[in-house]
């Protein structure tokens, strides 16, 4: 069961990023820590990302998804030490679930020169289409979301009353994987398959763009022990804390399981951006915490058995 009569807050960015006076900073980094303690999500808008870039994402990812199977299998992200490129409908399946999720997708992430770190750090891997088809809106849009993340670490860590400078620290070179999404239609899914199950998100900020007018992204709200549906509208985004900033803020902020049922037509296209953090850094939203645990040993503690690592490698990481 879903309910449509909550409905999460839409914040208007555009008081902290362009503030006509010094309270509507202050406005927009209270609506952002009530939300994220009441719900762990909340939409945006004002955020600075151009609405045509927005579009021309969704028209690239429809170019590589749409491209032969065999082609994408070339690209498949089992094969790269990064874990970027592309992964095939019906390869994640989480515990608990009785069957895969049904989404396809394809990974981005900052672009290195040389494989560090588990492939933390390294190179892309790009499909064989013209740079205006793909690879330089992908990467514009990249780089704006990023920049969105990062915004929004600022004012998470504002609103538990940290000083900004923090963040520059937390941000030397961070780890944002992209994820572009494509879930197919409804009645092209087994019985009892999500779009993608009940998960919480691993790290720090997500930026989900869900594709407009095709719903499908529902969060669970606990006190009400309901499925809340947000909607997929235009030029807004959906912006949720993943576990490690529940565990960093001690719990002020909330990581809430969600899940996607495609509600559309037909197939449904989202894409989120993942703003962790540098791998050296620890937690900045209580910087008194005793716990040094750094971003790359939380991740290694959580992918260590879906990456293939070597022990030297996790050792770089700093993990025994
Ligand atoms: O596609 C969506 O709306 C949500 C995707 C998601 O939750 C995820 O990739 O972690
Ligand atoms: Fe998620």
Redesign the pocket.
Known sequence: MSTDDIVLPIIDLSGYLAPKCPEDREQVITQVRDASRQYGFFQVRGHGVPLSLQQDLLRSMNNLFNLPKEEKLKMSFLENPCRRGDEAAGMSLREGDPLPDAKECFYVAREDPIVEFSGFYGPNVWPNLLEDDFRSPVWSYYEQTSQLGKTIWLILLQGLGQPPALVENFAKRPIVPM?M?RYPPQSATLSGQFG?GA?T?FGGV?V?L?QPGKD??EVWHEGREEWIHVPALEDVYVINCGDMIQRWSGGAYKSAR?R?INKADGERL?C?TFWHGDIHATNPLNPDDPNRETIGQLLVKRFRNQYSMTKESIAQVGVA
Request: without cysteine; neutral net charge; glycine residues 8%.
């Open positions: 994820k999404i993608i998960h998100d997500t989900l869900q499908g992204l969600h996607v989202s989120a």
